[in-house]
């Protein structure tokens, strides 16, 4: 009997730690809650040439799930694969106290997610607003160039959210 208990309890152990790898890589498959990291080496390897013979359009959203204002300084704007670029959000924390925020991205069409290569992002990690506090937060990107030529327009969208149970933690 003990037998059996400790092969169940090691098999629940084992499917509880690979339930992790498992989650990402469902995500990962469907494209859905992708946690975004940085796309590009610390060595700052990348393809460095850029395609002027064709534009595209990346068109910017921000959402926001609880008390803050979030946006995008611009609405879209005309991109060279290859060409970088650097966009500005604009987060207000429009409670009377301190919170802890994060942003995850999603693409449209799903599969440019893969051509879509930030190399600094807000979205890399949680945000800590003070009471009423405002803030820019820059997105510096590219296009890689592999990018199907019959992708015409990418929309980029953030939603920022509250993390629950983090407000606890600053300094209240």
Request: positive net charge; proline residues 5%; contains cysteine.
């Amino acid at each position: 009997m003990l037998g059996k208990l400790l092969v169940i309890a090691v098999v629940m152990f084992g499917f509880g730690y690979a339930l992790i790898p498992i989650y990402k890589k469902i995500c990962e498959i469907t494209g859905i809650n992708i946690l975004t990291s940085k796309n590009v080496s610390a060595d700052g390897s990348r393809n460095t040439q850029i395609d002027k013979s064709r534009s595209i359009t990346v068109e910017f959203d921000g959402n926001a799930q609880g008390h803050w204002r979030f946006r995008p300084t611009v609405s879209s704007l005309q991109v060279h694969p290859g060409e970088m670029v650097q966009v500005v959000y604009e987060v207000v924390n429009t409670q009377a106290r301190s919170s802890v925020a994060q942003a995850i991205p999603s693409y449209a069409p799903q599969e440019v997610a893969q051509f879509f290569k930030k190399l600094e992002c807000f979205c890399f990690k949680q945000q800590t607003l003070g009471p009423n506090e405002a803030r820019q937060m820059p997105v510096v990107f590219y296009i890689d160039p592999a990018l199907p030529k019959n992708v015409k327009t990418i929309t980029l969208s953030y939603t920022f959210f509250e993390i629950d149970g983090a407000v606890k933690k600053v300094g209240q």
